[in-house]
T-cell receptor
Framework: SQTIHQWPATLVQPVGSPLSLECTVEGTSNPNLYWYRQAAGRGLQLLFYSVGIGQISSEVPQNLSASRPQDRQFILSSKKLLLSDSGFYLC???????????FGSGTRLTVV | GEDVEQSLFLSVREGDSSVINCTYTDSSSTYLYWYKQEPGAGLQLLTYIFSNMDMKQDQRLTVLLNKKDKHLSLRIADTQTGDSAIYFCAESMSNTPLVFGKGTRLSVIA
């Protein structure tokens, strides 16, 4: 069966420090992969999605970037974190873009 | 453009039915989904309905779809305290990422 792993679960980082969040999927090939952010009291904001290795679509301009170095690995990065980057980051995968998504357990990022 | 709207809060008494409503704008939606998010966790797919259906029932959950009005609802029968969570509605169109609503926070009062 397919599983999605996301880590770390929580992270506290100082302003200006770099960020790397990792997401991996097992049990499937060529998944569509997504990064969402959920700020406190707000809905889900799609940050990036990828339909294949090296293919990244960015939905909003921001201080973050994403990479897909392997078929089932999706990484969210920042060179210098801002206070506004705090939030709950969720990775998800799907068979196609229009299908239902399976979400990871999320990473709570607090920038201090 | 694409937009999915939900009311932000709903409060019900334990044992009552909960009805969470959602409206969407794109008539070409193929599937519509309901997700549940418990505190500090990711989203869990609860149920979905294909756009050519009017209703789908799955144990305590009933999904109603009114395509003419672009209105989707989720009814939870005999609501329990464990149903307290944020519920997200989402629509899918072919080949584009899902569009999520902002979520409805359901509070169940014992």
């Amino acid at each position: 069966s397919q599983t999605i792993h996301q880590w770390p679960a929580t992270l506290v980082q100082p302003v200006g420090s770099p960020l790397s969040l990792e997401c991996t999927v097992e049990g499937t090939s060529n998944p569509n992969l997504y990064w969402y952010r959920q700020a406190a009291g707000r809905g889900l904001q799609l940050l990036f999605y990828s339909v294949g290795i090296g293919q990244i679509s960015s939905e909003v301009p921001q201080n973050l970037s994403a990479s897909r170095p392997q078929d089932r690995q999706f990484i969210l990065s920042s060179k210098k974190l801002l206070l506004s980057d705090s939030g709950f980051y969720l990775c998800a995968w799907s068979v196609t873009r229009g299908n239902g998504y399976t979400f990871g357990s999320g990473t709570r990022l607090t920038v201090v | 453009g694409e937009d999915v709207e939900q009311s932000l809060f709903l409060s019900v008494r334990e044992g009552d039915s909960s009805v969470i409503n959602c409206t969407y704008t794109d008539s070409s939606s193929t599937y519509l989904y309901w997700y549940k998010q418990e505190p500090g966790a990711g989203l869990q797919l609860l149920t979905y309905i294909f756009s050519n259906m009017d209703m789908k029932q799955d144990q305590r959950l009933t999904v109603l779809l009114n395509k003419k009005d672009k209105h989707l609802s989720l009814r939870i029968a005999d609501t329990q305290t464990g149903d307290s969570a944020i519920y997200f509605c989402a629509e899918s169109m072919s080949n584009t990422p899902l569009v999520f609503g902002k979520g409805t926070r359901l509070s169940v009062i014992a």
